[in-house]
Nanobody, 123 residues
């Protein structure tokens, strides 16, 4: 399985921005970002397919977050703008098992996970 390493989390004020990075040890079919707040389930945030660059977003981040990739570096990014207090969570990147999705991805669509990076948004 591919190894994933996230970076870029931190503390930011509401309305601010952060960019998360996820470096993969090899090429995968697709990549995704999930997040998990205390006491809540891990939920999908954004995903991208490696070949076509198709992107997928959860409704609650559309217009604020952008997922992108650098094929040469096997790295995926999550640019987060206009952050809100409710965006506070541990963010995880994951490697997908398919090259596209016909619906929003789920946890079971991914088979390798990073260690997570904390994002805290102060109100």
């Amino acid at each position: 399985q591919v190894q994933l390493v996230e970076s870029g989390g931190g503390l930011v004020q509401a309305g601010g921005s952060l960019r998360l990075s996820c470096a993969a040890s090899g090429r995968t079919f697709s990549m995704g970002w999930f997040r998990q707040a205390p006491g809540k389930e891990r939920s999908f945030v954004a995903g991208v397919t490696w070949s076509e660059g198709w992107t997928y977003y959860a409704d609650f981040v559309k217009g604020r977050f952008t997922i992108s990739k650098d094929n040469a570096k096997n790295t995926v990014y999550l640019q987060m703008n206009n952050l809100k207090h409710e965006d506070t969570a541990v963010y995880y990147c994951a490697a997908g098992m398919t090259s596209y999705w016909t619906r929003l991805p789920k946890l079971t669509d991914f088979n390798s996970w990073g260690q997570g990076t904390q994002v805290t948004v102060s109100s």
